[in-house]
């Protein structure tokens, strides 16, 4: 399973920006997805993921109410919208996905995309 996030690049603070995270497999709706980030410097940290049946989400205590996670079966496509967005937003996000968990554990995940850079400017 190969996964290609896109979408980021730079924006002001308190701006919003899409994150897309597209996936190679027919056999996405079975798969939990989420989004992890790391900022530079820092280690890898979980921020966001949802349930095959879009059923359950969960949030970091840093985005919670400023981002969410959704995901369109159809298009073997998860997105991350990012509003409100803080300089200590940026950080490289990455995409992933597994059949077995949902939360924040990231090596509960099998499969993770290339990540895509966002930069939040004061």
């Known amino acids: 399973v190969q996964l290609q996030a896109s979408g980021g690049g730079l924006v002001q603070a308190g701006g919003s920006l899409r994150l897309s995270c597209a996936a190679s497999?027919?056999?996405?709706?079975?798969?939990?997805m989420a989004w992890f980030r790391q900022a530079p410097g820092k280690d890898r940290e979980f921020v966001t993921a949802i349930g095959w049946d879009n059923g359950n989400s969960y949030y970091s205590d840093s985005v919670q109410g400023r981002f969410t996670i959704f995901r369109d079966n159809a298009k073997n496509t998860v997105y991350l919208q990012m509003n409100n967005v803080k300089p200590e937003d940026t950080a490289v996000y990455y995409c992933?996905?597994?059949?077995?968990?949902?939360?924040?554990?990231?090596?509960?995940?099998?499969?993770w995309g290339q990540g895509t850079l966002v930069t939040v400017s004061s």
């Open positions: 992933a996905g597994g059949n077995r968990y949902l939360g924040e554990y990231m090596y509960g995940y099998n499969f």
């Open positions: 497999t027919p056999t996405f709706s079975t798969y939990h």
